[in-house]
């Protein structure tokens, strides 16, 4: 799948592995070693530290529970988008208001996106997210949630690397709609993909 640059997507899968585990590696395992693990179930290996992340996540590659579009500058991954159903991702920041004001459960999630920091403010983030929704029309499309730091009403600056997931200005141009607040500083955006006919 080709990308309006020299960059391209590609899925992560056991032979994508090696590509991701590098860019992690790069950014010695992301948020203090999370090896972006921290939005899949719950379990005894939780805060058992880099390693055991590093491992239970390429367990969840290898048994095809975790999915990301991995944007390609050549063989080397430089961002992630990470996505997958409620069942896959079911952790969120904020859970008990998201659950109290939810009208449905959405059929994916977008919960981490990482852009290698070589790479920031080059328009990447948005690749890999457009990357993700392509992957999920690939799988048959659906309601598609976000979680963006919604920063309308901010006079302060925030870094980009605290930006886990990109801001609200980038998924309303993405055609994502405002849903409702989640926290202080993040919000629902919601999509509906449709099926990619082609696949």
């Known amino acids: 799948m080709t990308t309006n640059s020299s960059y391209t997507i590609a899925p992560l899968s ?10 992690v590696q790069r950014h010695n395992g992301i948020f203090g070693g999370c090896w972006c693990i921290w939005f899949h179930p719950d379990g005894p290996e939780r805060g058992q530290g880099a390693e ?3 491992a239970l996540k390429k367990a ?4 095809g529970k975790a999915h990301a579009a991995l944007v390609m500058d050549g063989d080397e991954a430089i961002a992630w988008a990470e996505y997958g159903t409620p069942v896959e991702l079911p952790t969120l920041h904020h859970r008990k208001q998201y659950d109290a004001t939810k009208t449905a459960d ?8 990482f852009v290698d920091k070589r790479h920031r403010r080059q328009g990447v983030t948005e690749l890999a997210i457009t990357g993700a ?30 930006l886990y997931n990109g801001t609200r200005r980038l998924y309303e141009r993405l055609g994502f709609t405002y849903d409702r607040p989640k926290g202080l500083k993040n919000c629902v955006m919601v999509k509906t993909v449709l099926p990619d006919e082609s696949v």
């Open 52 to 54: 055991v992340n590093r």
């Open 133 to 162: 929704l392509d992957l999920i029309a690939r799988a048959g499309g659906g309601r598609v949630e976000s979680y963006p730091h919604d920063l309308t009403n901010q006079t302060k600056k925030m870094s980009s690397s605290f």
């Open 106 to 113: 959405p059929d994916y999630r977008i919960t981490c996106v």
């Open 60 to 63: 969840y590659v290898e048994q």
């Open 14 to 23: 056991p032979e994508t592995w090696p590509a991701f585990d590098a860019l």
